[in-house]
Structure formats: structure tokens, C-alpha cells
């Protein structure tokens, strides 16, 4: 039987995380259905509520998986803060599953260790109540392929772990 191909939305930091992002479609590709926005697709001189509704409704819809890609700066930025938010919530079509992959980029990527301070704080509040998950950037199909279906499984049974009520970020941070 054919493994069933999960929706993923892919949430990183454009201008230093791009590379990664790029090789991890060119790596898995073909074991998801990409909903990720890419360069160029949205105007980023449009106002910003309209934005986070074109994200919502165009490329969150109907999304499985929600991976984030977590490097240095990540944690800044208002528009992963935006996709975090739109993916965990119920009025996009039922919460995505969330997983985070930290970039050899991130400051305890080696270690295997994170900082709270140093993670996107939406995620964080996720990861902190099990609905999230974090691993190590990885080559192995096999253990992205997990991870996803993980992430699925966890939307399917944890929903009620869900943390969402933060408010949205209104600029990046410094």
C-alpha cells in the first residue's frame, strides 16, 4: 500500500534559512504535497492583515503538517510567527500538526539543545505542552517521514494541547 501524502507547510526565516529550505524540497519532496509560499508569491508591500489572511486561506487551508525550519533568527520573525499561528488554528480548516527542525545554523544544534529564548515563542508554548515536537536537522528520509506522520498523529489525538493565545506578532523583534 502507497504511503498517503501529508499537506506540509513550510515556516523559515526567507532571508537566512532559504538554502535549507530549498535542499529539504529537494530532498523530500516527493514524500509531501508542498503548501509552502515561495519568493515572489506574495507582494511584501501589502498590508499586513492582508498577508496573514492570503497565508491563511491560500496556503494554510487545508495543510496537514506544519514543519518549521529553526535557525538563528527564526524566533524574530512576525511572518513565522503568522503561519505558526494561522496552522494552529481551528477556523483554517482544523489545526495542522506542528514539528520543528533545528538548522545546523542554530546556536545548539551540536548539542541537540535549545534555549526557549532562541525559539519561535508560539512554538515554544506548543513544544512545552506536547503538541510540538523538535529534532535535529536530518538527511534521512526515513526519519522525515516519521516526523511528519508524527506530527499528523499528534493533531489527530492532541488537539486539546494546543496553545494558540498568544498574541500575534505586529513586527519582527531585534
Same mark, same amino acid.
Given at each position: 500500500?502507497?504511503?498517503?501524502?501529508?499537506?506540509?507547510?513550510?515556516?523559515?526565516?526567507?532571508?537566512?534559512?532559504?538554502?535549507?529550505?530549498?535542499?529539504?524540497?529537494?530532498?523530500?519532496?516527493?514524500?509531501?504535497?508542498?503548501?509552502?509560499?515561495?519568493?515572489? #508569491?506574495? #507582494?511584501?508591500?501589502?498590508?499586513?492583515?492582508?498577508?496573514?489572511?492570503?497565508?491563511?486561506?491560500?496556503?494554510?487551508? #487545508?495543510?496537514?503538517?506544519?514543519?518549521?525550519?529553526?535557525?538563528?533568527?527564526?524566533?524574530?520573525?512576525?511572518?513565522?510567527?503568522?503561519?505558526?499561528?494561522?496552522?494552529?488554528?481551528?477556523?483554517?480548516?482544523?489545526?495542522?500538526?506542528?514539528?520543528?527542525?533545528?538548522?545546523?545554523?542554530?546556536?545548539?544544534?551540536?548539542?541537540?539543545?535549545?534555549?526557549?529564548?532562541?525559539?519561535?515563542?508560539?512554538?515554544?508554548?506548543?513544544?512545552?505542552?506536547?503538541?510540538?515536537?523538535?529534532?535535529?536537522?536530518?538527511?534521512?528520509?526515513?526519519?522525515?517521514?516519521?516526523?511528519?506522520?508524527?506530527?499528523?498523529?499528534?493533531?489527530?489525538?492532541?488537539?486539546?494541547?494546543?496553545?494558540?493565545?498568544?498574541?500575534?506578532?505586529?513586527?519582527?523583534?531585534?
Amino acid at each position: 500500500m502507497a504511503e498517503v501524502k501529508r499537506k506540509v507547510f513550510i515556516s523559515y526565516y526567507h532571508h537566512d534559512d532559504e538554502g535549507y529550505r530549498d535542499e529539504f524540497e529537494e530532498l523530500f519532496g516527493l514524500l509531501f504535497i508542498n503548501k509552502c509560499v515561495n519568493d515572489g #508569491d506574495i #507582494d511584501s508591500d501589502l498590508g499586513a492583515n492582508y498577508i496573514k489572511r492570503l497565508i491563511q486561506t491560500g496556503y494554510l487551508t #487545508d495543510t496537514s503538517v506544519q514543519v518549521v525550519l529553526i535557525g538563528t533568527n527564526t524566533w524574530k520573525r512576525k511572518h513565522v510567527d503568522w503561519e505558526i499561528s494561522a496552522a494552529l488554528s481551528s477556523k483554517v480548516g482544523g489545526a495542522s500538526g506542528l514539528l520543528g527542525l533545528l538548522l545546523p545554523t542554530y546556536p545548539g544544534y551540536k548539542e541537540n539543545q535549545y534555549t526557549s529564548g532562541t525559539l519561535p515563542p508560539r512554538f515554544l508554548d506548543n513544544l512545552e505542552s506536547g503538541y510540538a515536537s523538535l529534532y535535529k536537522w536530518t538527511k534521512s528520509e526515513a526519519n522525515i517521514t516519521k516526523y511528519i506522520n508524527d506530527a499528523f498523529e499528534r493533531k489527530s489525538k492532541n488537539s486539546d494541547l494546543i496553545r494558540n493565545s498568544r498574541l500575534q506578532f505586529e513586527r519582527n523583534r531585534s
